[in-house]
């Protein structure tokens, strides 16, 4: 993998702008574990082991079990490993982070408000978004484990 230039030196106010973005998520309405499982699976999606390493590492310390992080890329067939909420943030994400496949479905957003309030719909979607920005300069800079980003 070619070494790339390091994104902080040269982008320093975009990366500052996604900075913003992780601050605005620590304090939104979704809980810890909903918001690794979000950054998990798209970085699952979008092949990013930089983020699945980190964001691995940082559910078990939040207390996710290895089954449910073993079990995330097949979470329809888990059975009740994953509550129906979860279900309904994981259609989220995976359908946002496969934005090419047409989006957000109805039906998804529709059962997303049988859980959630807007306020929390729009708080997954930003987290959806911000993983997947994060994914795609990790993966645009050649950025590897071990390294960092700024």
């Known amino acids: 993998m070619q070494k790339r230039f390091n994104f902080k030196t040269v982008a320093s106010n975009a990366l500052k702008a996604m900075v913003g973005l992780e601050a ?3 304090q939104c309405s979704l809980s ?4 690794e499982l979000i950054k998990i699976r798209a ?4 092949g990013c082991a930089f983020c699945i390493n980190i964001h691995t590492q940082d559910a078990i310390k939040n207390g996710e079990t290895n089954q ?3 079990l995330l890329t097949a979470w329809r067939e888990a059975g009740d490993i994953f509550t ?3 279900k309904v943030v994981l259609a989220i994400t995976e359908e946002i982070s496969l934005i090419h496949k047409g989006g957000l479905s109805d039906d998804t957003y529709t ?3 049988y859980f959630f309030s807007e ?3 729009a708080d997954i979607i930003t987290a959806v978004v911000t993983i ?3 994914n795609r300069v990790v993966l645009s800079t050649n950025l590897l484990i071990g390294q960092s980003l700024a």
């Not at 810890?32 to 918001?35: D, G, I, L, P, S």
């Not at 970085?43 to 979008?46: A, F, G, L, W």
């Open 68 to 70: 449910r992080i073993f």
């Open 24 to 26: 605005y998520l620590s």
């Open 43 to 46: 970085s699952q999606i979008n």
């Open 132 to 134: 997947n920005l994060w």
């Open 32 to 35: 810890k574990t909903t918001k």
């Open 111 to 113: 059962n997303a408000l």
């Open 119 to 121: 306020v929390q719909i």
């Open 84 to 86: 129906a909420e979860e």
